[in-house]
T-cell receptor, first 115, second 112 residues
């Protein structure tokens, strides 16, 4: 399977715990995005990486959130001291810079439930 | 601020009908527009992408159009099937990083 993969697919945690999600983009894609989707809403942009550099962060990304892409390949999104409002689907997408359409390809998402 | 609006929020049709989903956007500096399908609890499946220089794209029973001057896109589904039941999202790509701004989606139900 050469698509975008995310792990875990589901995560249930208690309020106050830290969680970390992983995204593996399509291998040759050097651009990577994180989005968050709450129930009944469309996904909202969180952050963007060009290779290992984090070039843009949304105001939605509070200080409790941190994202990394250490070697320009996979990326992690960590949420510290989780709150019930963090419950959402976290989606990762990747694209090939300079590709003909700059199309983004999405992974299956990680569904986070904070109790 | 970029905003994307989708109408209707929900649509129920009998099998075999042709239907149109609407998407409007406020940013005239759009780079591209993507239509996605999302099944309950799942990720996004890309259906069609239209570049700002294009007017429409077709894939099988799907046809998407783009009118930059009016800030509108439509997704036309021909001969709908129960398997088409899902939420359809449109997203505007723009800005220096081509990030996507999504609408809230249209929940489509095709009844056998």
């Amino acid at each position: 399977d050469t698509g975008v993969s995310q792990d875990p697919r589901h995560k249930i945690t208690k309020r106050g715990q830290n969680v970390t999600f992983r995204c593996d983009p399509i291998s040759e894609h050097n651009r990577l995005y994180w989005y968050r989707q709450t129930l009944g809403q469309g996904p909202e942009f969180l952050t963007y990486f060009q290779n290992e550099a984090q070039l843009e962060k949304s105001r939605l990304l509070s200080d409790r959130f941190s994202a990394e892409r250490p070697k320009g390949s996979f990326s992690t999104l960590e949420i510290q001291r989780t709150e019930q409002g963090d419950s959402a689907m976290y989606l990762c997408a990747s694209r090939l810079a300079g590709g003909p359409y700059n199309e983004q390809f999405f992974g299956p998402g990680t569904r986070l439930t904070v109790l | 601020k970029q905003e994307v609006t989708q109408i209707p929020a929900a649509l129920s049709v009998p099998e075999g009908e042709n239907l149109v989903l609407n998407c409007s956007f406020t940013d005239s500096a759009i780079y591209n527009l993507q239509w996605f399908r999302q099944d309950p609890g799942k990720g996004l499946t890309s259906l069609l992408l239209i570049q700002s220089s294009q007017r429409e794209q077709t894939s099988g029973r799907l046809n998407a159009s783009l009118d930059k001057s009016s800030g509108r896109s439509t997704l036309y589904i021909a001969a709908s099937q129960p398997g088409d039941s899902a939420t359809y999202l449109c997203a505007q790509g723009g800005g220096s990083n081509y990030k996507l701004t999504f609408g809230k989606g249209t929940l489509l139900t095709v009844n056998p």
